[in-house]
């Protein structure tokens, strides 16, 4: 589990106060009253204390391996739960939560199909995940259309349904967010 180091989270914190990819993911999700929500890699916390604003702090939880992201984060959102985990160890109950999403994470996880895997079994039957990146045109700090269609195909091979991938401009970003859901009952 690598996370970003501290001087790295402190930097990275300083500029991404307030990203617009936060403000188009959240919307994205579409959040309900009843939504238990948990961020994957929260870095400085952007779209964590969007999703706070929007439900409440306790119904907020978030990983990030990097113990300095996640101690920002606890004192930006008081009320959130926020751990020192990655994607592929989420220490959280399973069906725990009816939204998961990530925003440009995945790219740095040290092991993608364990990752989704982890996160899948955290979903509540029905629930949905949201996988956002920015779209590259190369390998790089985010997704070509090649590693788009291997992770929708790795998606189906875990049973996921309505999988798609819609496309959202943020800022100067193109954002490719791969959605999908859980199944509410097995087939
Ligand atoms: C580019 S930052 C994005 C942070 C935040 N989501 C945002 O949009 O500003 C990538 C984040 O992924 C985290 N990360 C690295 N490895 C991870 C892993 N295996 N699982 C989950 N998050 C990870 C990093 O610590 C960092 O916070």
Redesign the pocket.
Known sequence: ????SRVA?RL?ALF?RN?S??RVVVEQARLQPNDRVL??????G??VDLAAQALGPDRVAA????PT?VEMVSRRVPGADIRV????DVPFDDQRFTVIF????MH????RAA?LATLITKLAPGGRMLIAERLLKRPG?GITPAQLAEVEAELAELDQIGIHTVERKAGWRQLAIIRSTRPLAAA
């Open positions: 589990m690598a996370g970003f989270s990275y991404t990203p990819t936060a961020e994957v890699g929260c870095g400085a952007g779209a990983v990030d391996p990097s992201f985990a990655g994607a592929e990530s925003v440009a994470s740095h996880w040290d092991d990752g700090h």
